[in-house]
């Protein structure tokens, strides 16, 4: 019978052991990576324009102009804060779902309604420098269909660049009328409604200082002619040229790219299958967390059961609470140590970027850190209530 009882202790004491070790790898992952509000605290941590800018100087932005880049970075800088709320409330969404609080989740209805906004397009609308972006555009249309006597003219005055500067606001309003429904078309609210940018302002524009380069310094064939005959000529050219021009840009899946949408939506649909399989293991890791958590408890009271005595019950305990410690503090110390390093090693990314990285590659060791201090701490509070009872027992 006393072989059998020692039997059963060390058979519950292994048990208890190994769940133990189990609940503080589970308590590691419950309280990071499938917590919503530790993965909110690491995007509140990073430093936006700082990641995107290095982001964009180390690595080539192939098709990205520079005036889009910087647009970006200015807005990570000044909406920062909106930016992390609205991250925030984004995430809050995607873990609804990996939690199986919500049945289902459309990535691109919330991406739509947070970091596609509108408010934050027209922020980064706001920032871009259309005239670095449109005017090389601009001076090579003009370029190929300008008359032949005003190609000196177009060739070598500011007229695009000014022009362009007179009416940026304007086509930052009409650019900001029809970024909602390309955002829209984007997440497959609506089809794409067709939007004209019209230009004709920024024509007239480069008409005017055109016309003013033209007449104080006109062409040889008229240098002996009155200025009205020269500035009649003037708007023959240029009505010629103008004729040659379209006045409006129509936004519309042509020029947005045959491919535009297919890729966002390619995006979005793997998104959604990585956070189906998330969310299959979080089903199954939140069972397994609970099943850990019965076993503790149950092997606790079998051996409490089993010992029949409180004394020996808390040196059974001691010993079990230190050994985990033993082995769940020095294991999270020395990954929270090691395995951030080696991480960033194999990587090539921004120094920004391996910042934030390692302070949340070493976040993620401290649930397992303090639960080994907790192992210690109650094997340790076990081991005085066995001395305590012992002298009891003694007197």
Known sequence: ?????????????????????????????????????????????????????????????????????????????????????????????????????????????????????????????????????????????????????????????????????????????????????????????????????????VVDSIGEYLKEEFTESPPEYLSDVDEQLVVTEFNRLFNELRGNLAENILIDEELLGSDFKLQFDQVVEDGEAGLSQVREFATGFRKSFIISIAAVLVCTLLILLLHRSGRRSMLNFGIVFVMCAIVVLPAAIAGRGMIPEQVLTSSQAPAAIENWILGITRAVFMPAIITGIVYMVIGMAAFGAYIFLHRQEQY
């Open 1 to 201: 019978m006393k072989t059998l009882k020692i039997a059963g202790t060390v058979i519950l004491s292994v048990l208890l052991f190994f769940s133990l070790n189990i609940l503080a790898a589970g308590i590691t992952v419950e309280r990071t990576i499938l917590n919503a509000g530790f993965v909110n605290s690491a995007v509140q941590r990073a430093d936006l324009p700082g990641i995107l800018e290095q982001v964009f100087n180390e690595q080539t932005a192939d098709g990205i102009s520079s005036g889009i880049t910087d647009a970006l970075v200015s807005v990570a800088a000044s909406r920062q804060t909106d930016i992390k709320v609205s991250a925030e409330s984004a995430l809050n969404s995607v873990y609804d779902y990996i939690r199986s609080k919500t049945s289902q989740i459309n990535l691109a209805e919330v991406l739509r309604s947070s970091l596609l906004a509108d408010e934050f397009l027209h922020a980064f609308i706001e920032e871009l420098d259309l005239v670095e972006i449109l005017r090389e555009n601009f001076e090579l249309e003009i370029g190929e269909k300008v008359p032949a006597q005003l190609k000196n003219y177009t060739a070598h005055t500011l007229a695009v660049e000014k022009a362009l500067q007179d009416n940026e606001l304007l086509l930052k309003g009409q650019l900001k009328d029809a970024a909602g429904n390309v955002a829209d078309y984007l997440v497959g609210d609506t089809g794409l409604v067709q939007t004209e940018l019209n230009i004709s302002a």
